[in-house]
C-alpha cells in the first residue's frame, strides 16, 4: 500500500501539468505505470441457462409474497440499483424513486449495490460488509453467513450470494402471517406466506434448507400439491439448463448458479468509451475526461482503492460517512465487523466498483450521498460532519467513528479544485456502457408464473 501511495505522489506532477496544457502523452505514461488494460468480458449468448436464470431474476415468485423479485431492487432503469437511498423489500408498492414502503414493515439498512461485472476474478466480496467472500478460489471455499454448512456445488461467489437476500425478512422472506397482495393475477392473490410461516421457528442452516426446500416446491411443485401452469414451464427450462442433473437431485443451489450465470452475461460491460481509449483510440474520450483520469490516478488518490480492472480493490474502508437510515437493527451500522466481529473492522465498508457508477445514485452504503460530487467532497474532506450536530443534539459522527477513518485518506490532504471535480466526473462518464440503451431487451414479456414483471422503460437519450 506504501509503494501505491507513493506511486500516485509521483504522478502528481502530471496532473498539475495537464491542468493547463494537455497531451495524450501524460496519460499514456499513466497507462503504462499502471499497466491499465481494457476489460475483457464474455459474449452476450442466451442459452438454456442464461434462460432459466432470466427467469428467475424477474419472477417475483421466489419471493415469499409473491411481490418482490432481484429485479425489483436491481431495476435495469437505475444502473440495476433501484435509486433509493436504502432499499424497500417485500410489502413495499411503486418502483425506484416512488417505492415506498407501509410504517409496520421492516426497512432494509443498506443501498443496493450495482450488478456490473460482478464475474471478474478481481471480485472477492459480496455485500457491503463482505459477509459473502471468495477465501480460496481454487477450492471453492467461501466466507458466508452458514460457515462450512454452505450446500455444495457452488459455481462462484455471485451463485453464493444470490441464496441469502430469499431468507431475509426485510428483502424476499416476509414475515409469518403475511398475505400475498390481493391485486396479484389468479391464483397468487392474498394466500399465506408458507415459506415465512412454516421456517419462523428455525434458524441457520435448517432454516435455509427449508427455505430452499419451499422455493424449489413453489418453481416446480411437488406430489402433494395441485399443479400449476408455472411448473411444468419451470421443469423444462431446468431441464434444458441441467439436462444430466435428475428431477430429484434439483435444489437451491441449481437455481443460484443460473441466475449468477444470466448476471455474468447480461450486466457485462462491454463498450465503455475508456474501454475504448486503451485500445488505443485516443478520440474515444475527450480532454475533460482525459484530465480527469489524470486526478483520479494522480492528486485526487482515487486509484489507491479503486484500482484494477473494476476500479475496486474489493477491500474495506472507512471514510467517515455520516450515519443514516435505520441501521443495522436499530442501531449503528458497523459494517465490516457485522461479517468478522473484529473490533478493527468497525465502520469500514466494500471498496464499490465504479464501472456505470453515473447510474446508481445516491452513493455510499445508506444512500447518504446523493450525488458524485457530494461523494468527492466527503473523500477530499473524510471529516467534513465530525463537529456537525443531529437534531437530537448528538454529534453526527462518534469519536470511535472518527479513528476509524483510513490513513489514506488523512496522511496527506487531498486537494481538489471545481474544475477537477467536473473532470473527474468527464473521467466516470467514460466508465458508462454506451451499449446500456440495447438492454432492455433482456428483460422478459412475461414470466413464468405470470406475475408482474419489475420492469420500467427506460427514457433513452434520443427520445
Not at 452504503?365 to 473523500?379: F, K, M, P, R, W
Request: glycine share 8%; aromatic share 8%.
Amino acid at each position: 500500500m506504501k509503494l501505491l501511495i507513493l506511486a500516485l505522489t509521483s504522478l502528481c506532477w502530471i496532473t498539475t501539468v495537464a491542468a493547463s496544457e494537455f497531451s495524450d502523452s501524460f496519460l499514456l505514461r499513466v497507462i503504462e505505470a499502471y499497466n491499465l488494460r481494457p476489460l475483457p468480458t464474455k459474449p452476450f449468448e442466451e442459452t438454456s441457462k442464461f434462460k432459466l436464470g432470466r427467469a428467475i431474476f424477474f419472477d417475483p415468485i421466489i419471493s415469499g409474497n409473491r411481490d418482490v423479485s432481484c429485479a425489483t431492487c436491481h431495476l435495469l432503469h437505475r444502473g440495476t440499483s433501484d435509486g433509493l437511498a436504502i432499499s424497500s423489500g417485500t410489502g413495499a408498492i411503486g418502483l425506484a424513486e416512488s417505492r415506498s414502503l407501509p410504517a409496520d414493515r421492516p426497512q432494509q439498512p443498506r443501498n443496493a449495490p450495482g450488478l456490473w461485472n460482478l464475474d471478474n476474478n478481481t471480485v472477492t466480496s459480496m455485500f457491503w460488509d463482505g459477509r459473502v467472500e471468495m477465501l480460496d478460489p481454487v477450492r471453492r471455499i467461501f466466507r458466508n453467513p452458514l460457515g462450512h454448512n454452505l450446500p455444495k456445488g457452488f459455481e462462484n461467489l455471485m451463485a453464493v450470494q444470490a441464496i441469502f437476500p430469499i431468507a431475509r425478512e426485510d428483502e424476499l422472506l416476509g414475515r409469518p402471517q403475511d398475505r400475498s397482495p390481493a391485486t396479484l393475477p389468479y391464483p397468487h392473490g392474498n394466500i399465506p406466506n408458507e415459506i415465512a410461516n412454516l421456517t419462523n421457528s428455525l434458524s441457520g442452516l435448517e432454516e435455509m434448507n427449508k427455505i430452499s426446500q419451499l422455493i424449489m416446491r413453489r418453481l416446480i411443485g411437488s406430489g402433494d400439491d395441485p399443479e400449476r401452469q408455472w411448473h411444468s414451464k419451470y421443469r423444462m427450462l431446468v431441464k434444458a439448463a441441467y439436462p444430466k442433473v435428475s428431477p430429484d437431485d434439483l435444489s437451491i443451489v441449481h437455481i443460484a448458479n443460473a441466475l449468477s450465470h444470466f448476471e455474468e452475461i447480461a450486466f457485462a460491460t462491454r463498450d465503455a468509451p475508456w474501454d475504448t481509449y486503451l485500445k488505443g483510440d485516443t478520440d474515444a474520450i475527450g480532454i475533460p475526461a482525459k484530465r480527469g483520469a489524470l486526478v483520479f490516478y494522480g492528486k485526487g488518490r482515487c486509484a489507491v482503492c479503486h484500482n484494477g480492472p473494476l476500479f475496486s480493490d474489493f477491500g474495506f474502508h472507512a471514510i467517515g460517512v455520516q450515519n443514516n437510515g435505520p441501521g443495522i437493527k436499530g442501531g449503528e451500522d458497523f459494517g465490516r465487523y457485522h461479517a468478522t466481529k473484529d473490533l478493527a473492522d468497525k465502520f469500514k465498508f466494500r471498496t464499490p466498483p465504479l464501472r456505470n457508477v453515473t447510474l446508481t445514485a445516491p452513493y455510499f452504503h445508506n444512500g447518504s450521498a446523493e450525488t458524485l460530487e457530494d461523494v468527492i467532497a466527503q473523500h477530499s474532506d473524510p471529516l467534513q460532519h465530525a463537529d456537525k450536530y443531529k437534531e437530537s443534539g448528538r454529534f453526527r459522527m462518534s469519536f470511535e467513528q472518527i479513528n476509524a477513518i483510513s490513513p489514506i485518506l488523512l496522511a496527506v490532504p487531498i486537494r481538489i479544485l471545481d474544475r477537477d471535480v467536473s473532470d473527474l466526473k468527464a473521467f466516470l462518464k467514460a466508465l458508462e456502457d454506451k451499449g446500456l440503451a440495447n438492454i432492455q431487451k433482456i428483460v422478459p414479456l412475461s414470466v413464468p408464473s405470470g406475475l408482474p414483471v419489475a420492469t420500467v422503460r427506460p427514457k433513452l437519450e434520443t427520445e
